[in-house]
């Protein structure tokens, strides 16, 4: 299973406004720190403000900042929220789906992944701060 660059993305925010939470952070200052597009940010930033994982503040002396604790991020949930779907394969239209004994194990599989993820927090994630900090240059 591959996520998508949007998941990726919210990682990455949520994890860098986690490591600095004692002020609000710019999106070009994100984007520069992982050196990916400042124009995908903005859209997964928008998103994430807009489901409350972070807040907003728009105009001079505003930013991002996370808009819950980071052990009150389940990841599992984060995941679900920024993802499509998790069918690995296109059953719905397999003509042998019916039959088929893959449709659930691959439901199976997806489920198990997913209750990892259920199991962790974005604090669980920033056990490692100051390496992350470092990496990031903050």
């Known amino acids: 299973m591959k996520l998508t660059l949007f998941t990726d993305y919210s990682i990455r925010v949520l994890l860098y406004l ?10 070009s200052e994100i984007a ?11 859209k997964v930033v928008n998103d994430l403000a807009r489901s409350g994982y972070i807040d907003s503040v728009r105009g001079r002396g505003g930013g991002i900042r ?15 929220h920024t993802e499509e779907g ?12 019916p039959a088929c004994g893959m449709t659930s194990v691959l439901r199976e599989a ?11 927090s974005l604090a669980d994630l920033m056990k490692k701060r100051g390496n992350l900090a470092r990496l990031l240059s903050l």
């Open 110 to 120: 997806v489920t198990a992944f997913l209750n990892v993820l259920d199991s962790y």
């Open 32 to 42: 520069q720190a992982y050196r990916i597009s400042q124009n995908h940010l903005m």
């Open 66 to 80: 996370l808009g819950k604790q980071p052990k009150e991020i389940n990841i599992g949930a984060l995941i679900r």
């Open 86 to 97: 998790f069918d690995l394969v296109d059953c719905p239209s397999c003509v042998i789906a």
């Open 18 to 27: 986690a490591a600095r939470p004692d002020r609000r952070c710019s999106i």
